[in-house]
């Protein structure tokens, strides 16, 4: 069954400085990977996913994610961190097992950004 | 750009009332789920429902939930008799196409109280 885990349930950074998000992935099959964010009193908002195009993956924000299989690996980075950022971020998994595909999340990570 | 929406934003009932909570997907989708996340935890998928049917439901998703799509634009999920347990917020989602790569839209969700 597929599964993700994220490390870190808070991380803070300096406004400005590197933003690095951990999720490694547990996947019987290829696995189809997402980052969602949550602000405050919101719903899920997609900002990227993998779906085995290309290992790098661009999204909304400023914020990227690159797929390691050898490390089962799929962290999200951004170069500099805005206070805009923060807000909840999870990880997720497609269940491709299913015909209508649920997504499996992780656990979350808040990031706080320090001014 | 379209987006689904959720009403109520916030409910809040007795226990053993019963509760509807209403969807609107984005409009020419045919995918349709529902997920709750309880205060601190992680998003936990409930069902999903295409072509009138139900496809896949959770372990949650017991005989006191159901799902049901009354016209051509709601989705709704109801729960017959409300537990202290079901309090959470209620994410509706919603997809084109069938497949573990197609992106599913999150509404902003219904916060359940149940006192």
């Known amino acids: 069954a597929q599964s993700v885990t994220q490390l870190g349930s808070h991380v803070s950074v300096s406004e400005g400085a590197l933003v690095l998000l951990r999720c490694n992935y547990s996947s019987s099959v290829p696995p189809y990977l997402f980052w969602y964010v949550q602000y405050p009193n919101q719903g899920l908002q997609l900002l990227l996913k993998y779906t085995s195009a290309a290992t790098l993956v661009k999204g909304i924000n400023g914020f990227e994610a690159e797929f390691k299989k050898s490390e089962t690996s799929f962290h999200l980075t951004k170069p500099s961190a805005h206070m805009s950022d923060a807000a909840e971020y999870f990880c997720?998994?497609?269940?491709?097992?299913?015909?209508?595909?649920?997504?499996?999340f992780g656990s979350g990570t808040r990031l706080s950004i320090r001014p | 750009e379209p987006e689904v929406t959720q009403t109520p934003s916030h409910q809040v009932t007795q226990m053993g009332q019963e509760v509807i909570l209403r969807c609107v997907p984005i409009?020419?989708?045919?995918?349709f789920y529902w997920y709750r996340q309880i205060l601190g935890q992680k998003v936990e998928f409930l069902v999903s429902?295409?072509?009138?049917?139900?496809?896949?439901k959770s372990e949650i998703f017991d005989d006191q939930f159901s799902v049901e799509r009354p016209d051509g634009s709601n989705f709704t999920l109801k729960i017959r008799s409300t537990k202290l347990e079901d309090s959470a917020m209620y994410f509706c989602?919603?997809?084109?196409?069938?497949?573990?790569?197609?992106?599913?839209?999150f509404g902003p969700g219904t916060r359940l109280t149940v006192l």
């Open positions: 429902f295409y072509n009138n049917e139900i496809s896949e």
């Open positions: 409009s020419n989708h045919l995918y």
């Open positions: 997720a998994v497609s269940d491709g097992d299913s015909s209508a595909s649920k997504i499996i």
């Open positions: 989602a919603s997809s084109g196409l069938a497949g573990p790569t197609d992106t599913q839209y």
